[in-house]
């Protein structure tokens, strides 16, 4: 199996490692790498080898930093409302994986990086990762299910002061409000993240399925209707003044100026 924009191993313990390789420009979802991640864990799902599986991003840099927003500039509502159906279906697919899905967060987890991670069963970060939903600081909402996924892995207040400061969080806090599950050196991090995915790779792999099934359950009341909700309204920011000048201004690199509209 051979993904334009991903790059795949399998270990001796049935641990696929998955690493989203644009490191240049931080590992950013665009279109090639959603259907790549789309039809990769449809792959993995299907592959009696695989029990486990460890998502990274490539370089030291970044896990991801976001969708790519230059595939932002110029979208009208109706089409980043289908955008951000686009990315919760990607990511429902992952959240929905009968094997155990780990985020090695090794850099930037920002907007999309974050919703991604948020979507992984388990979450480890290296010691200097950061996390955020910067979304508001380009005049949109997250659209990929972070406005779901957050308030239920850290409540809504918290989730309410990442979304709506924009601002970064560090791996240790996120360790502190339940985001991350544990902290790894950077150099450490993959070998960490494959130690535990092998450990749970060694259990009964229908009671590991079924274990998810039944923990999705307990958390998931209502993330069909918020999950719809989220991305009318993530279509909706594309129809103000705001979002065209904030992702304009992204682009030309400079501080955007916000008018309300
Ligand atoms: N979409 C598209 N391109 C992105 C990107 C994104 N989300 N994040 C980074 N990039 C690109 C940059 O445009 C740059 O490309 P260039 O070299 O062709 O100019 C490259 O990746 C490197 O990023 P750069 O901004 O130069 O690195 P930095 O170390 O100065 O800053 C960040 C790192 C993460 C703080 C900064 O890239 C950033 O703010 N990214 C956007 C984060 C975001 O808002 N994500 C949510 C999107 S909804």
Partial sequence: MAYGTLLLEVDDHGVALVTINRPDKLNALNAA????????FK???DDDQVRAIVITGSGRKAFVAGADISEFAGLAEEDATQLARRGQGVFDRIEQCRKPVLAAVNGFALGGGCELALACHIRIAAEDA????????IG???????TQRLSRVVGPGTAAEIILTGERISAQRGYEIGLVNRLATADGLIDEALRVAGRIASKAPLAVALALDAIRTSTNGGLEEGLEREAVLFGRTFATEDAAEGIGAFMEKRKPNFKGR
Avoid: K
């Fill in 43 to 45: 792959d993995l799902e």
């Fill in 140 to 146: 949109i909402i997250p659209g990929y299910g972070g």
């Fill in 130 to 137: 950061s996390f955020g939903q910067p979304e508001v600081n």
């Fill in 33 to 40: 790498v959603l259907g790549d991640l789309d039809q990769c």
